[in-house]
């Protein structure tokens, strides 16, 4: 297997309810899993080929909870890449290179088995992780945008963590509100002011890197 490591941040909207019962290995709060996710990498490489300052992106959705599978998934490249780099990205974001059960991109792989066309096309990512702000715009595919939950009667924001110390995405994501927009091919029509999550990705081809994660 090739070598890899990225550490990014990455900003996900899907359609279950604040906090997202999926974390919690308990079903999806309306018995299917939809999501948009942008990731953009801060540093990254794959063996001797740079994925500094690249982002990728997907849709996917399952018609039950995810590991039940049949899902769909489409990754987007970004389009800045060259081709070394968009194979390496590939092949990060669809689970290759990488041990079993390692990352949820392996996950996700195994339980999508209708994977659509790759897109290479621009990225518009920025993410605040502290703020818990953010927003993925993907031209013909989505636009997502993040913000913090709010208490509904008072309308002060609302602070709140998902901590998983053995988790194959994510170790500590701070939880906000995502609305997405969707004009491509797979529809997210119930993403609108539901569960999202902002954390770093700090992981290689054998899992979440704990020392920094």
């Not at 959705?61 to 990205?89: C, F, K, M, Y």
């Not at 008072?154 to 602070?159: D, F, L, Y």
């Not at 994501?173 to 119930?190: D, H, R, Y």
Request: charged share 20%; net charge negative.
């Amino acid at each position: 297997m090739t070598p890899w490591e990225i550490d990014a941040l990455e900003l996900a909207n899907c359609n279950c309810a604040f906090g997202c019962p999926c974390q919690f290995l308990s079903l999806p709060t309306h018995g299917h899993c939809e999501a948009a996710v942008g990731i953009l990498i801060n540093k990254g490489r794959y063996g001797n080929v740079s994925l500094d300052g690249l982002s990728v992106a997907f849709t996917a959705s399952w018609p039950g909870a995810i590991h039940q599978g049949n899902g769909t998934i489409q990754l987007i490249v970004d389009d800045r890449a060259t081709a070394e780099q968009r194979t390496a990205l590939e092949s990060i974001f669809t689970g290759g290179d990488t041990e079993d059960m390692a990352t949820v991109f392996w996950i996700f792989d195994k339980m999508a088995p209708n994977r659509l066309e790759t897109l290479r096309l621009p990225i518009d990512i920025k993410i605040d992780m502290k703020a818990r702000r953010g927003h993925v715009r993907v031209p013909g595919v989505f636009d997502t945008l993040a913000e913090p939950v709010r208490n509904p009667v008072t309308g002060a924001e609302v602070h709140a963590r998902i901590d998983l110390p053995a988790g194959f995405e994510f170790r500590q994501a701070e939880v906000a509100n995502g609305t997405t927009t969707t004009s491509g091919a797979i529809s997210l029509p119930k993403n609108k002011g539901t569960h999202a999550h902002i954390c770093r990705l700090y992981m290689n081809g054998k899992g979440v890197i704990d020392h920094a994660a």
